[in-house]
């Protein structure tokens, strides 16, 4: 079975800086195209930021691509469980304070879950809060851009 990959939020903003990311951002995404996925919570949050003609080429660009081909993974039920699971276990262990929980760690949560029910590898420079939400249930990632086998 071949890998699936899904981007996070992260990849999406900084391969749009024009830096020497967007030039790892373009050779990887090229690269994985016949196993790539996007998550429904990056549309979210890519969407909540953009305007105008921003958001017209994230629809037409990118979005869209993936909603025609069924390529776009969303959150069960169980994910949903996994994120207030997660959460209570680092408030136990970690003595993490609900109410000042970032929503992107929140997010971050869904995605990783998410990307474990479908098989996925999550993509993310990420890696402190992926490392604390490993904690408390499996799910593969890596850092960008990992070389394709």
Known sequence: MPPKYVLDTNCYIDGDKGTTFK????TFSYAATPFLYLHATVVAELQMSARGAAR???ENGIIE??????RVITPSA???AMMATTLSWLHEHEGLVI???KRSFIFDI???HSCREAGAILISRNKADLE?????FRFEYASPFPALT
């Not at 030039?23 to 373009?26: I, L």
């Not at 691509?65 to 069924?70: A, L, Q």
């Not at 604390?132 to 408390?136: K, T």
């Open 132 to 136: 604390r939400i490993e904690q408390v």
């Open 23 to 26: 030039a790892a951002f373009d």
């Open 56 to 58: 017209k080429r994230l």
């Open 99 to 101: 109410k000042q929980v």
């Open 78 to 80: 169980a994910s949903w």
């Open 110 to 112: 869904l995605i990783a």
């Open 65 to 70: 691509p993936f909603r025609k081909r069924g």
